[in-house]
């Protein structure tokens, strides 16, 4: 199984990414999809996931508002649409496959999620 997010990249504030994930080995409509980042010195942290459909999604406050989550199953792929991209958006971004096609019960944790792509990198400046 091997989950590449790609659509990093360096921007000024205010700007936007689009990031991708792409997966070989296993088939992503089967499971929700969630998008975590990690900035230096800091935890991995959850910014949004979406249910096998697409249909449900979940942001993290601090881009509710400036990120979508979206999700092709026909292409096996699931996107982060990133505008409005503020200084401290500045991290390694990371897709990842929660079990459950509804990411029941806790989504937040990366201990919730089990396959991880190698992350891409975003960088905001002034």
């Known amino acids: 199984v091997q989950l590449q997010a790609s659509g990093g990249g360096s921007v000024q504030t205010g700007g936007s990414l689009k990031l991708s994930c792409t997966a070989s080995?296993?088939?992503?409509?089967?499971?929700?999809m969630g998008w975590f980042r990690q900035a230096p010195g800091k935890e991995r942290e959850f910014v949004a996931v979406?249910?096998?459909?697409?249909?449900?999604?979940r942001y993290a406050d601090s881009v509710k508002g400036r990120f979508t989550i979206s999700r092709d199953n026909a292409k096996n792929t699931v996107s982060l649409q990133m505008n409005s991209l503020k200084l401290e958006d500045t991290a390694v971004y990371f897709c990842a496959t929660h079990p459950h096609p509804y990411y029941s019960g806790s989504y937040v944790r990366t201990e919730d999620y089990h396959y991880w792509g190698q992350g891409t990198q975003v960088t905001v400046s002034s």
């Open positions: 080995g296993i088939t992503l409509s089967s499971f929700s």
């Open positions: 979406i249910s096998w459909s697409g249909t449900s999604t």
